[in-house]
């Protein structure tokens, strides 16, 4: 069962390099177009950023942050399951406490944060917005 909700978010230059780790490790099938919504400061191109949004299990979650550890500067979000289209929180079935205190010495590059968000209030703190691409 899919527990956590995570937001990985990563820098432009590291776009391809994400996109092929991440199907190797994680997804052959589609893997390769994980990182594919564009973000900057503006919400206009270009894209300095790109992020992706995934269902994981808790089992994952370790993997999942060395992943992300393998690029620079990579933002994390962790929370608990989303039930009735409403993000619940971290709840006692994941102790977010707990996890930040066992993984506090073995952090990477990435950095990790357990969110109390949606997405649109992920991206707003790091100051970012969605690109809108004009298909016209």
Do not use: C
């Not at 950023?49 to 994390?76: G, I, T």
């Not at 709840?91 to 930040?100: G, I, L, M, P």
């Amino acid at each position: 069962m899919w527990s956590a909700r995570v937001i990985i978010v990563i820098r432009a230059v590291d776009r391809e390099a994400a996109n092929n780790a991440f199907a190797a490790r994680f997804d052959p099938l589609g893997g390769h177009r994980t990182f594919t919504n564009g973000l900057s400061q503006t919400g206009k191109e270009p894209a300095l950023y790109y992020w992706a949004n995934v269902a994981a299990r808790r089992e994952q979650l370790k993997e999942l942050e060395a992943f992300a550890d393998a690029f620079p500067r990579a933002e994390m979000f962790i929370w608990d399951e989303i039930r009735d289209g409403v993000i619940d929180h971290i709840n006692s079935r994941f102790d977010a406490e707990k996890y930040r205190n066992e993984n506090a010495q073995t952090r990477g590059a990435a950095r990790v944060r357990i969110a109390k968000r949606d997405p649109a209030e992920v991206l707003a703190t790091l100051g970012l917005k969605v690109v809108e691409v004009d298909d016209a």
